[in-house]
Every structure is written in structure tokens, then in C-alpha cells.
């Protein structure tokens, strides 16, 4: 059992990726949380929350489908190495300016702005690499269950950790440890046995562009998949921004009680990918995705209105690992369908719709918290997951056809 939920580290590259993005994602959270906390702490707005990540996305909306073209023509090592760097400089800068205590509004959202910027190039590349850092592609699934497995304990571990750092050191030193982590990330990218050369195109950068979106938009499992995930990303994923109130105002406490309420989230989402990690086939996933998108939207409605911490901590973590088990199956399945060619496009598209999605999400989560309240917004917005899961349902049977046809195509065992 254990042998097969771990198989993919038996790569040497993949081993090295996996130490670099467990420490990082640790690191991320720590920022996320941190960040969170400082902008509420200082504005007491839920919208200029909503706007803070807004921006820390808004690059991925922006940029991410053509970030994709990048991923397929560019050195993959080099340019990880790139936006890691530029990723760390934000960190640094970020320490600096709370550390001095020197921060405005305008800073939070500049340094979220230049974060997001650097996450959609950075993402594409990543997704794109696994083929390459996992030759047997028989363990390529596993490989990406094991990433989204140390993404989401980092949800568990970073946000504890960075409730306790904020309560009895400051914010700071939360974004001192993640400028850290990507040190070490860099340490691991430089240390690949990188022999893959870049896919040469003779077509332009439109061209490719093109290419790649008329695949994702005419072949309806990738459509479809994509569709939900943008649906999810603006309904779902927004009740992490606005956690910092359920901690403050309704449940009255500090950065402890946010670090509780976002590792609730995170023990989901862990258990989640641990039993995606011990799948065996790909087989099956479609209905997993269904099921997983219903579960996360009544949880969010059971959530919205309760007063109880621990249920709220339980509700939380069906929302979480309903979330993220849409996102990672949805990963594996477009991994597993997609040509090696149109791998980078195919995975800025998915950046788009899960990652690029989300700031919308947020920011009109906050201006519609602003107005009818935090609880009212997440009922709304799990009325409408709900709508978009049976949309979904009712779809499911062609769909299994279309991933059974692309399955046999690349020679697939399902």
C-alpha cells in the first residue's frame, strides 16, 4: 500500500521537485495567512480583502493562457529557476516593508499584483513538467496526486504555524520563512537531470495560442472539466479570503482561531489526495469529481450560518477537500488525455479556469460580503455550485466515452 501511494518518488527528478515544492507550499501558506490576517487587521474592510486577493490572482487571469504557450516552447529548468527568483524577490520585499512597519493599502496590493504575475507563469511551467520529471507514464498520475498531496498538507501544516508565528512574533516573520522556502526550491530546480529539450514550433506564438485553445474548447471533456473548475474556483474558493471575518467577528478570536479554521480546510483537502494518491487507475475519476463538487457546495451552506467552532471546523473540512479533489482529479484526467505537444497550453488553460478564476471570485465575494454579509454570500455561491454539479451529472456519460477514446489513443491502461 505504501509502496504504490508513494511510487512516482522512485524517479530521481521527481524526488527533488517533491522536497523543493513541499517546503515551499509550507512557505506559501505561511504568506497566504499572513497576508490575509495584515490586510484586515490594518483596513478592517472585507472588501479591500477580497481586492488583495484579487490581485495576488489577477496575472494568472490575465496571462495564464498564453503563459501556457510559453511552457511549450521555452527551456522548462531555466525558466522554473526565473519565476521562482521573481517570486522570491516579492517575499523579500514584502518582509521588509512589515518588518519596518511601513505598510499601506497600496503596498498590499502592488506586492500582490507582482505575486500573481510570476504564479502564472510559474504554474503552467510546473504542470507541464511532470511528463518529463516522471518518465514512466504509467506513475504520472501518481505524481500529480502526490503534488496536490503535499499542496494540501501544507494547508494543514502552514496554517497553524503561521497563526501561532503571527500571535507572538508578527507577520514578518511569516514572509521571512517563505523567501526561504524558494531558496530551497531553487536548490532543487538547479539539481534536475534536465535532458528534455524544449519542443521546437514553427508556428507563431498566435498560432500556437490558437491551436491549443481550439483543443481545449472542441474537445468537450477538457471543455467541460474546465467549466466546472471556473465555476468552483468563483463559488468555492473564495470562503479562504473571507475566513479572516468568520475568525474575527463571528467566532471572536485571533490568528490561532484563522490558523484553526484554514487547517480544518487543509485536513480535508489531505485526506482527499491521499486516497487520489492510492488510486491505482484514472478509472472511476469522472464520478469522483461529481460527487466531490455537490458535497463541497452543501458543506458551504452548512458552514455559513454556523456558530459552533468545531462543526464549522468539520464543515470546513468537507468544503476544503471537496475543492481540491475536484482540482486534482480534474488535473489527472487532463494529464492523462492531453498530447505531450499541447501539454504547457492544455495546463494554462486549466491555470486559467481553477487559478485565474478565483480573484474574480473573490473580489465580488467581498464587495457582495460588503452588502448582504459573509454568511448570506456563501449560501448564494453554493446554490449556484450546486446548479453547475448536476449540469455536470447530466454530461457525465459523454464525457466517459471521450476520456475512454483519448485513453486508448495514447495507449493509456485505465
Given amino acids: 500500500m505504501v509502496t504504490r501511494l508513494f511510487r512516482a518518488l522512485r ?4 524526488r527533488l521537485f517533491f522536497i523543493g515544492q513541499s517546503l515551499s507550499n509550507i512557505g506559501t501558506w505561511l504568506q497566504q495567512v499572513a497576508m490575509g490576517w495584515l490586510t484586515y487587521r490594518v483596513t478592517g474592510s472585507a472588501f479591500i480583502l477580497g481586492l488583495v486577493a484579487f490581485c495576488t490572482n489577477f496575472g494568472i487571469l490575465v496571462l495564464s493562457p498564453f503563459a501556457g504557450v510559453l511552457a511549450d516552447r521555452v527551456h522548462r529548468q531555466r525558466a522554473l529557476m526565473a519565476t521562482q527568483a521573481l517570486m522570491l524577490g516579492q517575499a523579500v520585499a514584502l518582509t521588509l516593508i512589515v518588518a519596518l512597519g511601513r505598510v499601506e493599502v497600496w503596498h498590499l496590493v502592488v506586492l500582490a499584483l507582482w505575486l500573481g504575475v510570476a504564479w502564472a507563469f510559474d504554474v503552467p511551467l510546473r504542470q507541464s513538467m511532470y511528463v518529463h520529471l516522471v518518465p ?25 504555524i503561521a497563526g501561532v508565528l503571527i500571535a507572538a512574533a508578527g507577520e514578518a516573520w511569516c514572509f521571512a520563512l517563505n523567501a526561504v522556502s524558494f531558496l530551497v526550491v531553487m536548490a532543487a530546480v538547479a539539481k534536475l537531470d534536465w535532458r528534455h529539450e524544449t519542443t521546437q514550433s514553427h508556428s507563431g506564438w498566435w498560432a500556437s495560442w490558437v491551436e491549443g485553445a481550439r483543443y481545449t474548447l472542441g474537445f468537450e471533456p477538457v471543455r467541460t472539466l474546465l467549466i466546472l473548475l471556473a465555476v468552483l474556483a468563483w463559488t468555492i474558493a473564495p470562503y479562504s479570503a473571507l475566513m479572516p471575518i468568520y475568525a474575527k467577528d463571528v467566532y471572536g478570536g485571533g490568528p490561532s482561531t484563522l490558523g484553526l479554521l484554514l487547517s480544518s480546510a487543509g485536513v480535508g483537502a489531505l485526506a482527499c489526495m491521499l486516497y487520489l494518491a492510492a488510486r491505482s487507475s484514472v478509472r472511476g475519476l469522472g464520478r469522483v469529481i461529481g460527487v466531490a463538487a455537490v458535497v463541497c457546495a452543501l458543506a458551504l451552506a452548512g458552514f455559513a450560518y454556523l456558530r459552533v467552532l468545531p462543526l464549522g471546523m468539520a464543515l ?3 468544503v476544503g477537500g471537496g475543492l481540491i479533489m475536484c482540482a486534482a482529479s480534474a488535473n489527472v484526467i487532463l494529464q492523462t488525455i492531453t498530447d505531450d505537444r499541447l501539454r504547457g ?37 453554493a446554490a449556484l455550485c450546486t446548479v453547475a454539479a448536476v449540469w ?18 495514447l495507449g493509456v491502461e485505465t
Avoid: C, Q
Fill in 136 to 160: 514512466d507514464r504509467a506513475d504520472l498520475p501518481n505524481a500529480i496526486a502526490l503534488n496536490a498531496l503535499i499542496v494540501n498538507a501544507a494547508r494543514v501544516i502552514g496554517p497553524a
Fill in 345 to 381: 497550453r492544455v495546463a494554462g488553460f486549466y491555470t486559467l479556469a481553477f487559478l485565474g478564476v478565483s480573484p474574480l471570485g473573490n473580489l465580488a465575494a467581498g464587495a457582495l460580503a460588503r452588502h448582504i454579509g459573509a454568511p448570506a454570500t456563501f449560501v448564494a455561491n
Fill in 392 to 409: 455536470y451529472w447530466r454530461a457525465l456519460p459523454r464525457l466517459r466515452k471521450g476520456m475512454e477514446a483519448a485513453y486508448e489513443r
Fill in 11 to 14: 524517479h530521481r527528478n521527481y
Fill in 316 to 318: 470546513l473540512a468537507l
